[in-house]
């Protein structure tokens, strides 16, 4: 299984971002698919997710209204399009595939397996 995130940059505050997860060796649709962020310092957060078969996505309060998290079903990959953009974003954004995730757990890392390497986002 490979997970790798692209899309990642630098970008002023206000400003928008999307960030791409392409999957190979597994099937998204049958999957929640997550972004995560790390910033330096702290421990790795739920951003958001989605459960491509029922269609159901969630989201930390921080960035909801802000972010979207969708699949591309042409092409299966998932996208987070990430609108006004705060300083407070700046980490390093990760996709994760699990499964069994719902609106109380869906942030949890041990229900993702599988992880890319990671995107740098800064906002300044």
């Known amino acids: 299984v490979q997970l790798v995130e692209s899309g990642g940059g630098s970008v002023q505050a206000g400003g928008s971002l999307r960030l791409s997860c392409a999957a190979a060796?597994?099937?998204?649709?049958?999957?929640?698919m997550g972004w995560f962020r790390q910033a330096p310092g702290k421990e790795r957060e739920g951003v958001a997710a989605?459960?491509?078969?029922?269609?159901?996505?969630f989201y930390a309060d921080s960035v909801k209204g802000r972010f979207t998290i969708s699949e591309d079903s042409a092409t299966h990959t998932i996208i987070l399009l990430m609108d006004r953009l705060k300083p407070e974003d700046t980490a390093i954004y990760y996709c994760?595939?699990?499964?069994?995730?719902?609106?109380?757990?869906?942030?949890?890392?041990?229900?993702?397996?599988?992880w890319g390497q990671g995107t740098q986002v800064t906002v300044s």
């Open positions: 060796g597994i099937t998204v649709t049958g999957k929640c």
């Open positions: 994760a595939a699990g499964s069994g995730a719902n609106r109380d757990n869906w942030s949890k890392l041990s229900l993702y397996p599988y």
């Open positions: 989605i459960d491509p078969r029922y269609g159901r996505t």
